[in-house]
């Protein structure tokens, strides 16, 4: 009868102390953002079935993408893939290095993001009509 208790948070500094204790996890892993070589390889992944342009590099790509994690990486492909579309809504879509750029614009590197974010002390959560509320801390 063992329980098994897996966890992940992007913030490990926000959990309760209590819960950091000795002899309450027999584990705690921290796994840093990817290097530049995982970066490259979560975009291939995440690029695979997108039909990029000859001007897209995944290495330039990678190496400009400091701090991004997988989910990030995700986001920035899936972006840069809705900007094709919005620019040319056929079926006969190309993903270039410019929808990439769009793609820079919106997405930001999560790591980074919470760090500017719990600075300022003000969280937003979303409310069930899709607005958010501020409450700071």
């Known amino acids: 009868n063992r329980v098994v208790v ?18 309450r996890f027999d ?5 840093a953002p990817p290097d530049r070589d995982g970066r490259r390889a979560i975009l ?3 690029t695979r079935f997108m039909p990029l ?7 330039t790509l990678a190496a400009g993408a ?4 997988g989910a990030d990486l995700a986001a920035l492909a899936r972006e840069a893939g809705m900007a094709a ?6 079926h006969d879509v190309t993903v270039t290095a410019e929808d990439f750029e769009a793609a820079r614009l919106e997405v930001a590197p999560t790591p ?8 300022s002390r003000t969280f937003a959560f979303p409310t069930s009509a899709g607005s958010t509320r501020s409450r700071r801390r």
């Open 53 to 59: 342009g000859p001007d897209v590099d995944l290495d």
């Open 66 to 69: 400091h701090g991004f994690v």
């Open 85 to 90: 579309l919005r620019r040319s809504p056929t």
């Open 27 to 31: 584990r705690e892993i921290v796994f």
């Open 44 to 46: 291939e992944a995440h």
């Open 112 to 119: 980074l993001f919470w760090k500017r974010r719990s600075r």
């Open 6 to 23: 897996m966890a992940a948070t992007n913030l490990p500094d926000s959990l309760d102390p209590a819960l950091r204790r000795p002899g």
